[in-house]
T-cell receptor
Framework: ETGVTQSPTHLIKTRGQQVTLRCSSQSGHNTVSWYQQALGQGPQFIFQYYREEENGRGNFPPRFSGLQFPNYSSELNVNALELDDSALYLC????????????FGPGTRLTVL | SQQGEEDPQALSIQEGENATMNCSYKTSINNLQWYRQNSGRGLVHLILIRSNEREKHSGRLRVTLDTSKKSSSLLITASRAADTASYFCAITGANSKLTFGKGITLSVRP
């Protein structure tokens, strides 16, 4: 078990709604990354935050946004939910930017109906 | 794309046997990592091998990297039922962004 926690564990939303997912990084880690994992696929990089600033973004539309707080916890916000947003959302923290090993949380399973 | 591609997609072996999983990629890399995922939960980091390394061991795990062939292999020796999981290779790019393959499903029969 890593020290990374995510909430909620499961979430069901309807198309068009907005959702906020939360992540608490492992103690001492100042970098957090978010990934989307569709069923049967590998995780896809959404974006990374370092010291409260976005530091890199994958191929996701602007309705995917994030925040990192001074205590290094993080949020992923998705607006105007679409059916294809149904996936497991994973956050991962690392000790500092440029450290390659990332420690993943258990994920939030989002279902969009 | 830097995406790693694992092979085979699925592997079923008897407990005690060795499991070999392969990963290929297309561009130069800083390092390559292997992760394990149980039942759609979070990923667990297994091992990281840097581009200037050829082989690395960790317990029952052995990873090799051949940068000339742009490929890596993960060997799990003396497999156990608890090794049943999905295994992913990940290429490390800019900003420590990980690019994952689709994964290999390993089933170890008791």
């Amino acid at each position: 078990e890593t020290g990374v926690t995510q909430s909620p564990t499961h979430l069901i939303k309807t198309r068009g709604q907005q959702v906020t997912l939360r992540c608490s990084s492992q103690s001492g880690h100042n970098t957090v990354s978010w990934y989307q994992q569709a069923l049967g696929q590998g995780p896809q990089f959404i974006f990374q935050y370092y010291r409260e600033e976005e530091n890199g973004r994958g191929n996701f539309p602007p309705r995917f946004s994030g925040l990192q707080f001074p205590n290094y916890s993080s949020e992923l916000n998705v607006n105007a939910l679409e059916l294809d947003d149904s996936a497991l959302y994973l956050c991962a923290s690392s000790l500092f930017i440029g450290t390659d090993t990332q420690y993943f949380g258990p994920g939030t399973r989002l279902t969009v109906l | 794309s830097q995406q790693g591609e694992e092979d085979p997609q699925a592997l079923s072996i008897q407990e005690g046997e060795n499991a070999t999983m392969n990963c290929s990629y297309k561009t130069s890399i800083n390092n390559l990592q292997w992760y394990r995922q149980n039942s759609g939960r979070g990923l667990v980091h297994l091992i990281l091998i840097r581009s200037n390394e050829r082989e690395k061991h960790s317990g029952r795990l052995r990873v090799t990297l051949d940068t000339s062939k742009k490929s890596s292999s993960l060997l799990i020796t003396a497999s156990r039922a608890a090794d049943t999981a999905s295994y992913f290779c990940a290429i490390t790019g800019a900003n420590s962004k990980l690019t994952f393959g689709k994964g290999i499903t390993l089933s170890v029969r008791p």
